[in-house]
Nanobody
Framework: QGHLVESGGGSVQAGGSLRLSCAASEYTLSRNVMAWFRQAPGKEREGVAAIRLNGSTIYDDSLKGRFTISQDSDKNTAYLQMNSLKPEDTATYYC????????????????????WGQGTQVTVSS
């Protein structure tokens, strides 16, 4: 089925930027969407952004404008550019991959995905 490897997390001050990367191996035939989720301590995992192989994107409305999801031309690496970071963005960020039969709100649901990375910590200080 393949696996996902995230990188790029770290600690930044409010207003700073980070770029997360997610490398997908052996997933080409079993996915059409890659996504980013995040989970803060004591909270549920929430969808951040998702991208289809054809380049279509979807975002959590509250993050659109600050976060941008993209992918390499070979479609095996997805990125999450995070700008104007706020302390409330502090969380573990997870990459996900899956084969979704529909687009829209489904892409923001963790149960739509069957492949997950190990997570990368993002900490934003005020």
């Amino acid at each position: 089925q393949g696996h996902l490897v995230e990188s790029g997390g770290g600690s930044v001050q409010a207003g700073g930027s980070l770029r997360l990367s997610c490398a997908a191996s052996e997933y080409t035939l079993s996915r059409n969407v890659m996504a980013w989720f995040r989970q803060a301590p004591g909270k549920e995992r929430e969808g951040v952004a998702a991208i289809r192989l054809n380049g279509s994107t979807i975002y959590d409305d509250s993050l659109k404008g600050r976060f941008t999801i993209s992918q390499d031309s070979d479609k095996n690496t997805a990125y999450l550019q995070m700008n104007s970071l706020k302390p409330e963005d502090t969380a573990t960020y997870y990459c996900a991959a899956g084969l979704l039969w529909e687009w829209g709100s489904l892409a923001m649901r963790p149960d739509a995905y069957n492949g997950w990375g190990q997570g990368t910590q993002v900490t934003v200080s005020s």
